[in-house]
């Protein structure tokens, strides 16, 4: 049966709740009657790595929210077994692009209670809120798309040719597959003039006063059209409001030498020390990935709110026309169209093979939004040091199914197709910091705690009541078992969507969405956005500033 929760009572309800514990506290136990709980979780290893929290408890979920965790027995509507299992916060993916309800599933098999769109973002925000409302098994969130209103300004025929696409909200999948179709990409290679950027400027303000949790900006997909300007008045316009800019590298994958996707981090990274202002950098996985960790580690110590990612795999996808995929890129990092490995290659995950370099020529040609894996070899002697790493959080870049693809819930997981980080990320790094025995407190905190702190910190209200398992936290929880949860998707067809075994049971909002690894049809999700505003904070840059900046009325070339 599908379920569909009405959003606006159950916001207020939750605001209600929130708000009656911040002035006398949540509940305890003690003051619960035996069956008065909604949901109860017996038994469990619970750990909380924000306080470093770790033993066997009970606990009661109650409206929502977390009341108690406790040692006493305590009885409930739904009874939830945990016995061997550990009890956390549910996890929090800050770069998931996939919407279709079988991907959504294949999150929740892997214990993602919060999947945020941060990287490409969203157009016409408020509307896309609105669709997502009771449609989502997660709670979901978006940015405003630098690349999306590029592609209006710079690129009238993609424009148009896509009018199934524009005519509604948009998210990355969709204006990345209307990136695919343009017959000229003149959104990646033009650069704004005064009054382009301008409109850029006031759109991007627009979709932040809406809600907006910041902006989206893909400087790898435009590397010669985006100008400096117009990166830093991106990032200015997050900046007004407080709100971070979460960034694609502009060299990211590193386009001809190891020191490119530093200098590329470079760029942004002094634009939001400038602006003192929030800064995700998205797939840290090039060359010099050290070098950017180390430089936001020393900013948060700083007191800023910056903060890095990574997934464990050393093949990236995307669409096959992208800018950095270019022959003469893709190879100058001494990648070549083999058999995946060390020597590179790029992977059809639709026929299950690789391309020779003439074949991927043709098909860039011939099929420009295909979903492809692009392997980069020197990633492998990497992994192990990104999974040990303790300050940077696990983001899965969740892909979208191919274009057309029909999907329902009751889809098999094995017709899922596209990159098996999407199925597998989070599995795969539990598993990995088992066989390499790290401890489980600091694997966890990348996947929950962190990701909900620093968003927390930009202001965002719904995740500092996110990501840690404590009393009169927002009930998102995960019970997965330490010594079988693992990774299944693989590159093979067939086996790309193959969800993570060992997730018992996973609740979005005190609701049980998943239980003994099935899930149910409840679309419990709940926005996270920041409140409208009712005035914008848009000011136009004047020809006057324009000139002292370039010397010249004129758009640099």
Request: proline share 4%; charged share 20%; net charge negative.
């Amino acid at each position: 049966m599908r379920v569909k929760l009405t959003s606006l009572v159950a916001c207020v309800l939750l605001l209600f709740c929130a708000c009656s514990q911040a002035i006398g506290g949540p509940r305890s136990s003690s003051d619960l009657q035996m069956d008065d709980y909604d949901v109860v979780i017996l038994g469990g290893r619970v750990m909380d790595p924000e306080t470093g929290f770790d033993e066997i408890r009970n606990v009661g979920i109650k409206d929502g929210l977390i009341e108690a965790i406790t040692t006493k027995p305590i009885t409930g509507n739904t009874v939830l077994a945990a016995a061997g299992q550990v009890v956390t916060a549910g996890f929090v993916d800050t770069h998931w692009h996939g919407q279709d309800v079988l991907t959504q599933k294949l999150a929740l098999r892997a214990g993602i209670t919060t999947a945020l769109e941060l990287e490409g973002g969203g157009l016409k925000v408020a509307q896309w809120y609105l669709s997502k409302e009771g449609n989502s098994l997660y709670n979901y969130g978006i940015t405003a798309s630098h690349m999306a209103h590029r592609i209006r300004i710079h690129d009238d025929e993609a424009w148009q040719i896509n009018k199934d696409l524009t005519a509604g909200p948009m998210d990355a999948v969709q204006i990345t597959v209307m990136m695919g179709r343009a017959t000229e990409a003149g959104w990646s290679v033009s650069t704004s003039n005064r009054q382009q950027l301008n409109d850029l400027m006031r759109s991007l303000d627009e979709e932040l006063r809406q809600g907006a949790i910041g902006v989206g900006s893909v400087p790898g997909y435009s590397r010669t059209g985006i100008s400096t300007l117009e990166q830093y008045a991106v990032q200015k316009a997050a900046g007004n409001y407080g709100r971070l800019t979460s960034v694609h590298g502009r060299y990211y994958p590193s386009a001809l030498t190891p020191a490119e996707q530093p200098a590329g981090f470079d760029e942004v990274f002094a634009n939001a020390l400038e602006l003192e202002a929030p800064l995700l950098y998205c797939h840290m996985l090039d060359a010099g990935w050290q070098d950017i960790a180390n430089k936001l580690s020393w900013a948060r110590r700083k007191g800023y709110t910056m903060w890095g990612e990574i997934y464990p795999y050393i093949a990236a996808s995307t669409v096959i026309s992208a800018e950095y995929l270019q022959p003469e890129t893709y190879e100058a990092t001494g990648n070549q169209y083999g058999n995946g490995g060390a020597e590179g290659g790029i992977y059809d995950p639709e026929r299950g093979k690789f391309y020779t370099r003439e074949e991927f020529l043709k098909a860039r040609n011939t099929d420009a939004d295909k979903l492809i894996f692009a392997y980069y070899g020197n990633r492998s002697f990497w992994l192990e040091d990104w999974v040990r790493d303790e300050e940077l959080t696990l983001a899965t870049d969740g892909t979208w199914l191919p274009l057309g693809t029909s999907v329902n819930f009751n889809t098999p997981y094995e017709k899922w197709a596209g990159h098996p980080r999407t199925a597998g990320s989070h599995g795969k790094l539990l598993r990995l910091s088992r066989e390499l025995e790290l401890p489980l407190m600091i694997t966890l905190s990348k996947m929950n705690y962190l990701p909900a702190k620093y968003l927390g910190n930009t202001g965002l209200k719904a995740m500092q009541v996110r990501g840690r398992m404590q009393e009169g936290m927002v009930a998102d929880v995960v019970v997965f078992n330490p010594l079988t949860v693992t990774d299944n998707s693989t590159y093979k067809v067939g086996e790309q969507g193959l969800p993570v075994t060992g997730v018992s049971h996973v609740l979005v909002n005190g609701i049980a969405v998943v239980v003994d690894s099935q899930v149910r049809e409840v679309y419990a999700g709940q926005p996270i956005r920041f409140p409208v505003e009712q005035k914008g904070r848009f000011m136009p840059l004047t020809e006057e500033a324009w000139i002292r900046y370039y010397g010249s009325s004129t758009t640099p070339r």
